[in-house]
């Protein structure tokens, strides 16, 4: 739909950062990765769909902000020196940060599609997705939701072992 | 005008549940319909078939972490061999990590398959008195992704507690994935038609794996999982040539140790870091074994001993109390 494609729509491109293995350094990678393209003059954002185990508030020192709402959706949370880095993450939609979430994979993907669709992204060059590790509900969810927008592919993380 | 937003982390009952749909935390799901419109609840043969299954199973430790790579599997491997060391213990390792399954690798049986027999699935069997079963040995190449979603996952896992014959079993250890999700919530219920002891959360000593430690630790309180301990792993690093210590992954919230004292747990032991470690995983062997003088076995056994004891002592006082 219309407004399905409006809040991505000024997106250039989309990177998914994946692994199948937990603790490699995916959200280490993606928020070097943003700040590195912010640092060089892109506009930046960060979709963290590692909905049980968020990082990337902490990474950028945001963990305590918080989501408002606008006309076309969910405003991004401003981060990064300059706060230009648009970063949405559930880390800042918990009332206390230990809280766990514990959903089934039905739930999550309605919030990763939300997360997708409702977001007020506006233009940005680069759009980082930083994933959970696996090859489950959260990354299914998260190529369905991007395949009508500019995928431009998949970094993979891993350490030597 | 700015509102702020926050979420309703009211927990799913379960596909399964008697509640499904029903439950307050339902309200908004994508799958409410569905669940409310599904079955009346837990099938009563079904959770019979498991009790019967996992009655004689005397110790379940589900080992847990928030966080991915932490080294929960390298634990459970270790833990389980620990066990093992005590012939007249026999002792079963549940791989239930569907996606990215390690623990056939660690303990040296890839390529192995799953044979049936008349009274189930067999376990891949390391020792004659440990058992192993994971989605691994259902591959046909190791390469395979199994990408499913959380229902299938559930399934799976409701196969292995209810159709392997494991027999009698002294110690049942279950690997689970990082998260709080389908598997953890899944092996919680199933589980509940024997007894858990307990789960041991794995970290490591940075704040980002403890933030996510954190959560795991609600997890269990939310499902009134008892918390035998913490084990934090990476905990520094002795260089085997000038036995300086470095903090690899320096904590700089004050580590697991800090953590505990805050939330009222124990903490099982630290184990620092050891090449060695790594490589006998990649190799299949038990680190242990292999370098029993490395201070990081020494911390590993010492935390085996307390699991043990922790279990001993539990298993007593139910008696007591029957």
Redesign the interface.
Known sequence: SLAERANLAGVRHIVLVLS?????GK?TLSTQLALALRSAGNRVGILDVDL??P?IP??LRAQDS????CDSG?VPVGVGQDSAIALMS?G????R??????????????LIKQFVTDVAWGDLDFLIVDT??????E??STVEALRPHRLLGAVLVT?P? | LAAHLSLSLAECPGTGSAQAGRAAACQGCPNQGLCAAGAAGPDPAEAAELRARLRAVRHTVLVLSGKGGVGKSTFSALLAHGLAADETKQVALLDIDICGPSIPKMMGLEGEQVHQSGSGWSPVYVEENLGVMSVGFLLSSPDDAVIWRGPKKNGLIKQFLRDVDWGEVDYLIVDTPPGTSDEHLSIVQYLSATHIDGAVIVTTPQEVSLQDVRKEINFCRKVKLPIIGVVENMSGFVCPKCKNESQIFPPTTGGAEKMCQNLSVSLLGKVPLDPQIGKSCDRGQSFLAEAPESPATLSYRNIIQRIQEYCEQHHFQEEKIM
């Open positions: 199948g293995k937990g603790g490699v959200s049980c185990g990082s902490r990474m918080a989501v408002h709402q969910w559930i800042f939609l918990l009332e940060p230990d809280d766990a979430v514990v959903w089934r994979g039905p739930k999550k993907n309605a959970p590790p696996g090859t489950s509900d990354h299914i350490t072992q």
